[in-house]
């Protein structure tokens, strides 16, 4: 590897994916359609009092077989923000290490920290650029979420396969469960809750996804594995602890099996009008 | 066509060495030394935005004195060369030995080939898990490169300083002892360098990925305070 040194004229600045091209490093486009490609699926984010949390399941399938149950598909962007991706696994992992060394690659070069605004730009051009992958069957839809220091607020921002940025309020989810999560996460969401309830919410909505949909996947009780939560504060981004989830989820189960096990067959209020 | 006047290449290579070191003494000093926990890296540097220090890497930083276009032309090669390396490869493929030698073949290139060689004398700075394995490499203007152990100065200055350091330098002291002497070192025995007129940063021995943090003006004043 020849030590990247350039004219001042020639200079790529800041931008990292340019420089793997003047290297001759960048990935080439697929000049057709792969079959059966892994696929990762459910992700969301939620907004609360403190900043955000972004959670995903981690099945990852082929067609109809599950070919992972270990999957991760939230990651730290950097210290103050993180990213989640669903869509073709292989692509995905590769943009989320190409979008996290871009922010590291700005930061060093430049000296400073692009604005939050500004990482999520980035990331909406990166997943423009993978829209020929796109068309050949590996489609990546990412989430963004972060806490903006400059605003002192939680923020998140949902994409679309072409690189279209839409900036949510509240709460976003992506990937083949995302319609039942995000059922969930609107009926449950208030403005102002706690760290807590959003990562109730959170695990609530990861686990209605995996009732509906089979791409996702709940809460393994076999193996013990279960979905991924992390929170972005103004401490910084954090993997929430595996038992501290397991240990949410586990109350989860047990509130539903006892509004299952009270509502056998009927609905109560058509019980009470059959007694009346 | 008219012919040039013969010059001797030892002329040569002296005039260039003359006019390199002459730009190098133009600027202020800067010291790394190691202590328990890590490497520290101490400018005089007056200005906040214009840095000497900086992070190539999560283990490694870069400092440089002398024509500041030129070194920060290398400091960005060098995160370039770093971030490629770690992408092909992998994050614990990046070590500044390599690093070194590739400023070295960069600056041996201009010294000898281009019109006018680099002012610049820069450093490149590793910690290690183990304070033995701590690493500093010192390249100056013509490619040279040295490996140093325990400090080093960079700049126009740099005997005098190295020399009243040695006395009050001890290995494996604390960040403030050594921070302490250093300044005194940088400072010379007729003055006192302000908290707010030097740039300190340090790579710390850590389990964290990047290691490399700033200290600032207030964290600076604080550790100097009481300090010989």
Redesign the interface.
Known sequence: MTFPFFAPGDDPGPDFADLLRRVGLAPVPPTSAIEGVTHGTTVLAIRHADGVIMAGDRRATSGHLISYRTMEKVFPADRHSGVAIAGAAGPAMDMVKMFQLQLEHYEKVEGNQLSLEGKANQLSGMVRNHLPFALQGMAVVPLFAGYDLRRKVGRLFQYDITGGRYEERDFASTGSGSLHAGAVMKMGFRDGMTREQAMDLAISGLFQAADEDSATGGPDLVRGIFPTVATITAAGFDRVEESEIAERFRMLVDSLALSESTSVGANPTMGERHTS | MSMPFYVAPEQVMKDRADYARKGIARGRSLITATYADGVLICAENPSRTL?KI???YDRIAFAGVGKYNEFD?LR??G???A??????YSREDVDARSLAN?YA??LGQIFTHEMKPMEVEILVAEVGTEPSEDQLFHILYDGTVVDEQRFTVLGGDADAIAGRLESTFTDGSDLKTVLGACVVAIAGPDRTIPASDLEVAVLTRGEER?VFHRIDDDEVAELLRGAT
Do not use: F, M
């Open positions: 840095r900086s992070e190539i032309q960005i090669a995160v370039r060369a971030d490629l390396k770690g992408y092909s590739q073949q960069i990047r």
